[in-house]
């Protein structure tokens, strides 16, 4: 058997058996985002965030998201969070400043990677990927939810389970959506009505939430808290308006927008900012 013939049959096996993906540089940035096709880690220059001290109205939230991360960040055992509830409450502006406050006490601790809600089932996939890498992560799915014949759940929840290899000790994962369980309720009742065993099949449905060790509820703020909120972000941007005023006009600007939510409050400083011509930093 010549060369040749030995160099092409090893080019054939190697394609047949690509080498393993190499571990990623996770020292040139402190944010990326999973692109699945390319089977790599895209760096994110300048992360989109809102200062930790700027979230009013989630004080419960913001310390059971910051305690989890701070362990992880140390080194010590934590949990898998879900974040669910009400719309524009701050689930994943939360995840984001506990990750950069981390970071701010622990320099350099812990990389965030976003995974987008599509790409969830390339999940494990980018757990090998990260499994050897020497920096932590936070794994981040933002409006994680599942639809009717939708799979990707089974794998979600085979890798909150661990799997046969487990989750890797140096990665965590943050999810955030609006539904409770992940799922529709008819997805569930389908669930019932095909499954030998109907009572397990809703069960294991219901309980891909249980597999997150925290489990943390959001719920739309009354009109105090989206007052705390609005004068939090008037305070730090230092805008020329009245305690009286300010109220007023906040009021008003919920009363059209049907909503009072972390979110709204928010768009509310962008309109007044304009109005009184002030710049924001684009930190918040």
């Known amino acids: 058997m010549n060369d040749d013939l030995l160099r092409r049959i090893a080019e054939a096996l190697e394609r047949l058996a690509p080498p393993p993906p190499a571990t990623p540089d996770l020292t040139g940035a402190d944010a990326f985002v999973w692109h699945p096709a390319q ?31 701070l362990r992880f960040a140390r080194g010590l055992p934590a949990n898998n969070a879900m974040l669910w509830g009400a719309r524009g409450m701050g ?24 995974i ?4 969830i089932g390339t999940l494990p996939e980018l757990l090998n ?3 050897d890498s020497p920096r932590r992560s936070v794994i981040l799915c933002d409006d994680l939810s599942f639809e009717k014949g939708d799979g990707d759940y089974k794998a979600l929840k085979s ?43 809703v069960e294991e449905a219901v309980s891909l939430s249980d ?19 609005v004068e939090g972000y008037a305070a730090v941007y230092e805008l020329p308006v009245s305690a009286e005023d300010l109220r007023t006009a906040a009021l008003e600007w919920s009363m059209t927008r049907g909503s009072r ?24």
């Open 211 to 229: 597999r997150f060790g925290l489990w943390i509820g959001f719920h739309n703020s009354d009109q105090q808290q989206f007052f705390a909120m």
């Open 129 to 131: 990927l990260l499994r």
């Open 116 to 119: 987008h809600r599509e790409d």
């Open 91 to 114: 689930k994943s502006s939360l995840v984001k400043a506990a990750h950069a406050e981390a970071n701010r006490q622990l320099p350099g601790s812990l990389a965030l990677i976003e």
């Open 39 to 69: 089977g790599q880690l895209g760096p994110v220059g300048r992360v989109s965030r809102v200062a930790l001290e700027l979230l009013k109205g989630v004080e419960p939230q913001k310390q059971l998201v910051l305690e989890n991360t």
């Open 159 to 201: 890798v909150l389970d661990g799997g046969i290899e487990g989750r890797p000790d140096n990665v965590i994962f943050y999810a955030t959506s609006n539904r409770r369980h992940l799922m529709p309720r008819e997805m569930i009742d389908n669930e019932r009505s095909t499954a030998i065993n109907p009572g397990e099949a």
């Open 261 to 284: 939510s972390g979110r709204v409050a928010w768009q509310f400083i962008q309109d007044l900012a304009g109005r009184l011509g002030v710049r924001l930093t684009s930190g918040a």
